[in-house]
């Protein structure tokens, strides 16, 4: 079965980020990158959206919440294929120094994820 | 609700309301807690989902009709409750983010986990929103339910 493609892309209007020190780094990106991670993902079929909600800058810590839905094509995280639909609400912590990330720390709930993959039980997760 | 200060909002301000409220929280003081949010502050606990066969009910709402109950039920069922808090940051618009661990060991069934006297231990990232008048505004809070339940030795996922 071909699944559409559905993919968002997020890009930062933002020319400069401002650093802990008060300074500013500049930041941006070329058509070209986004270009061809696009082209990737949809000769691959790939069904996936990820929609960030909010990015707070604290210091040198930037947080972004964002949401990350699709549909199943293949098993994932010892879950069988049952061309589930999810959506994962999920908080990224991301710590940057020089305008280089330094530390991601992503938290996201496997529960809500196995809920919506129609898992049964974390024992028996390939059991639907 | 607690006297408001003079001081004004900035991230040291915001980061100090947020640090009393987890010193609050390590007290139990459910109560006081609560005094630290505005009288209509939004609370959205994100993992909190029980799923019905008619509706979904979620963790997200007010402090004072969702926040306080989950408070309040989260210590019956572990006494032992506590917190440790690994950073916060805060910035001049009274964003603040937490990295927290909660931990305690079951006395009393949480959601449909059965007690069975084991212990948990689990990250959390708190966000919080704190207003012009130095009470909180608004907390979000995400984790992994799924950790803590097959740490309580409960290994349905509903």
């Given at each position: 079965m071909k699944i559409m493609t559905r993919i968002a892309y997020l890009v930062s209007s933002a020319r400069d980020m401002t650093l802990a020190d008060g300074s500013t780094h500049?930041?941006?990106?070329?058509a070209e990158e986004a270009l061809k991670p696009y082209e990737r993902f949809a000769a691959a079929g790939f069904d996936l959206m990820i929609r960030v909600g909010r990015v707070i800058a604290t210091g040198d810590v930037v947080t972004a919440l964002l949401r990350a839905e699709g549909t199943q094509a293949a098993g994932y995280a010892g879950a069988i294929n049952t061309e589930k639909h999810l959506d994962i609400d999920q908080a990224w912590r991301f710590v940057t120094v020089g305008g280089l990330i330094t530390e991601v720390a992503a938290y996201w709930c496997q529960a809500q994820l196995y809920r919506r993959l129609a898992v049964k039980r974390y024992d028996e997760i390939a059991i639907a | 609700m607690t006297e408001t200060t003079q001081r004004p909002l900035t991230a040291e301000s915001a980061v100090a309301v947020v640090s009393e409220f987890f010193a609050r929280?390590?007290?139990?003081?459910?109560?006081?807690?609560?005094?630290l949010c505005s009288i209509n502050a939004g609370f959205s606990y994100v993992p909190v989902e029980l799923w019905g066969k008619q509706r979904v009910l979620r963790g997200d709402g007010k402090v004072r009709t969702v926040g306080k109950p989950l408070w309040a039920g989260l210590i019956a069922s572990?006494?032992?409750?506590?917190?440790?808090v690994h950073t916060i940051a805060g910035n001049?618009?009274?964003?603040?983010v937490a990295q927290v661990d909660i931990e305690g060991t079951q006395e009393r069934a949480w959601g449909l986990i059965a007690p069975a006297g084991k212990h948990y231990r689990e990250p959390h990232l708190f966000i919080f929103r704190v207003g012009p008048d130095l009470l909180i505004d608004g907390i979000n809070a995400y984790w992994n339910d799924a950790g803590i339940s097959q740490q309580l030795g409960h290994h349905e996922v509903d």
């Open positions: 500049p930041t941006g990106y070329f | 929280y390590q007290a139990h003081d459910v109560d006081g807690m609560t005094d572990f006494p032992d409750l506590s917190l440790t001049d618009e009274g964003d603040v």
